[in-house]
């Protein structure tokens, strides 16, 4: 049993503390509400805007963190269907943020193997923002690494809709039975067709919710909550919620 067990010590920053984590049973799939951004900035007497920047910066560490430690998937809600609403200064600068980002990371995402790839509409995104991000999952896709995976205007209940539709054209074409509908069909007619279901997923900031997020793919997973701000997440944030996510799997007998 204790070989099982691998004391982690991080080699990416020295002011952390050592983390007893198992390096098997680790999650495949993590997915991520990266919430309180906003929040952030206000606390500081800043503009929104420099929380949602500050935000961008921790996904590096969190990026390289569930690399090292052999994560599959890795899931990112960055823009839901619902943040259209938000005054349009502040879409505006969202909308720039992931060529932003790409142009920062792209090199060091192929050097470490790393995937991009999208869940949402993007036909809704600004061209520019299209350009960047299908760049970078054009540039990625023969990776075989992590699975970086972006939901950029992503809404839980619209992906739902639109695999009900696609479903009913294929039943009113003759090229489907409504007796074949199965669950594992209904599943590769959502945006995660080829990934596993998340294993875990984080919010942050509080907010014990699902806001429109993966309802379907969460049906089985931990829940990890926790009050730090998104911007204040870090690698030691991370491997906690791993950390307790490997302890309900102990309990429940799963390993
Ligand atoms: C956004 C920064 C992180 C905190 C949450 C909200 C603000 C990275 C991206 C991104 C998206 C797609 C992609 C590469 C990067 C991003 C938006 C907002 C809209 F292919 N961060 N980030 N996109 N925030």
Do not use: C
Request: charged share 30%; glycine share 6%.
């Amino acid at each position: 049993m204790l070989e099982k067990f691998t004391k982690w010590k991080s080699s990416l920053s020295s002011q952390e503390g050592t983390e007893n984590i198992e390096l098997v049973n680790i999650p495949k799939h993590i997915a991520i509400i990266m919430d309180g951004n906003g929040r952030w900035a206000q606390q500081k007497g800043l503009p929104r805007i420099a929380g949602h920047r500050e935000g961008m910066k921790v996904i590096n560490k969190i990026v390289r963190r569930a690399n090292e430690l052999g994560v599959e998937v890795l899931t990112l809600y960055a823009f839901s269907t619902e943040n259209w609403k938000r005054p349009k200064t502040e879409v505006d600068y969202l909308m720039k943020l992931p060529e932003r980002f790409l142009g920062m990371e792209l090199p060091k995402l192929k050097e470490e193997n790393v995937k991009v790839r999208l869940m949402g509409s993007p036909e809704d995104l600004p061209d520019h923002t299209k350009k960047a991000v299908y760049h970078a999952v054009e540039e990625t896709k023969h990776n075989n690494g992590l699975i970086l995976n972006f939901a950029l205007n992503y809404g839980s209940r619209f992906e739902m809709i639109e695999a009900i539709k696609k479903i009913t054209k294929q039943i009113e074409e003759g090229s489907l039975r409504s007796e074949e509908i199965t669950d594992e069909l209904f599943e590769q007619h959502l945006m995660t067709a080829e990934l596993s279901d998340p294993d875990l997923l984080i919010r942050t900031s509080g907010e014990i919710r699902l806001s429109n997020f993966m309802l379907w793919q969460l049906a089985y997973s931990e829940f990890w909550f926790t009050d730090v701000l998104w911007p204040d997440f870090n690698e030691q944030h991370f491997t906690e919620a791993i950390a307790v996510y490997q302890k309900r799997a102990r309990r429940y007998g799963g390993v």
